[in-house]
């Protein structure tokens, strides 16, 4: 792939049209999306990598740019929620109230597709999931632009996902034409996807909204078996690839906060008999016990909020720190923990120790 430059403008995060040269900036950027270029923008989730979702050669930029499989649908986004109904055939019930509680949120519907949207963006299947996301940057980003624009997040196909500029820059630096700088992201997990095409509405990943809210509006929610079976196939085609992933193995290690650490500081030792610098992925209130590793605490377990923040550059951490091997602590799979479980399952391909 030939490299090209790649601009990066600082934007004000909660203010990105406050002065004159913002006003313009943003205009370039949304003129820039228009025109079949690559921008990626900070959402209140990730930072995503916009292109023109009605445009197929922009669209087919963005599986170069972040090495994709094709085969891997792209969420679009947009400004406002009038303009999904354009774009989409129907919404059921369960869609507009799933829209009505927690739209623009980190929430993306998938619907069947009214056929205008280029195949490159869906995979050739017949829904397309859709997202407002809740950032200023990015809302102001789809309103300026007009269009709805397709987004994956901004990394590399398989690394962590981006919660700040830099990790985009580290990723895609001359592979896109402008990074929107808005500071680091507030949820740091992705968006909670939904399929309300079928009889139920089904959970297909877990993210920024709790599966425990979803059940309070559509309490006949269920939860895709393809994400706590590993034997079944998962029905969202992202689902299936090794993700979120640092380049060290990582292993997980079950049990209550106390066992973990008596565990772990054995398999430390272990691996440090064999030569091998360990990390250790832990909590504030642990991240003093550990001897002989290199620690990264994602956050506080009291505050669950925190670990989801932190858990993406907490896993890029480890590669900065060249460790050879990882250990990580595990969380109750409830609330936002049940989302960092589901990214570290897939961080370190499903392995428990
Ligand atoms: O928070 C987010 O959702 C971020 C920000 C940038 O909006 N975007 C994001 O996109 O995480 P991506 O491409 O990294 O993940 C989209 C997920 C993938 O697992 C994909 O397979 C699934 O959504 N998906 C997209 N369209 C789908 C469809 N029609 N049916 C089932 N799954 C779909
Ligand atoms: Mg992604």
């Given amino acids: 792939m030939q490299l090209k430059k790649t601009h990066c403008w600082e934007i004000d995060p909660n203010q990105p049209l406050s002065d004159l040269l913002l006003k313009e900036e943003m205009h370039d950027a949304a003129q820039l999306l228009r025109e079949g270029g690559l921008v990626a923008f900070p959402t209140e989730t990730v930072y995503g990598l916009g292109a023109d979702a009605t445009s197929s ?25 009038h303009q999904i109904r ?75 996902s981006p919660t700040e500029a830099r990790h985009v820059w580290q990723d895609l630096q001359g592979r896109i034409e402008l990074l929107l700088d808005g500071g680091p992201t507030g949820v740091g997990v992705e968006s909670t ?57 990582m292993w997980l290690v079950k ?34 016990k550990y001897k002989s590793a290199a620690v990264v605490s994602a956050g506080s377990r009291k505050q669950p909020e925190s670990v989801a923040r932190n858990l993406f550059q907490a896993l890029r951490q480890f590669d900065e720190l060249k460790v050879d091997v990882i250990y990580g602590e595990t969380f109750p799979e409830e609330g936002i923990f049940f989302s960092v479980m589901n990214r570290l399952r897939k961080a370190a391909d499903g392995k428990f120790c």
Avoid: C
Wanted: glycine residues 8%; without cysteine.
């Fill in 57 to 81: 050669e922009a669209v087919k930029r963005i599986f170069l740019a972040k090495g994709r499989p094709s085969d891997n649908p792209l969420i679009i986004h947009f400004g406002e929620v």
């Fill in 86 to 160: 354009e774009w989409v055939q129907s919404i059921p019930p369960a869609g507009e109230q799933l829209l009505e509680a927690f739209v623009p949120g980190p929430l993306t519907l998938i619907l069947p597709h009214s056929g205008k949207i280029v195949p490159e963006v869906t995979a050739g299947l017949p829904t397309v999931g859709v997202r407002i996301p809740n950032h200023p940057v990015a809302r102001a980003l789809l309103q300026l632009t007009g269009h709805p624009v397709a987004a994956p997040s901004a990394n590399r196909s398989g690394r962590p």
């Fill in 255 to 288: 049990g209550n906060p106390q066992n973990m650490v008596t565990q772990i500081q054995k398999l430390i030792e272990e691996s440090n008999l064999h030569g091998k610098k360990v990390g250790v992925l832990t909590t504030t209130e642990n991240e003093d």
């Fill in 193 to 249: 996807v939904v399929d309300v095409t079928g009889e139920y509405p089904i959970l297909l990943r877990p993210g920024g909204v709790s599966l425990e809210d979803l059940q309070k509006v559509v309490p006949t929610i269920q939860v895709d078996l393809g994400l706590t079976e590993s034997a079944s196939k998962p029905r969202s085609p992202g689902m299936k690839y090794r993700h979120y992933a640092p380049e060290a193995t």
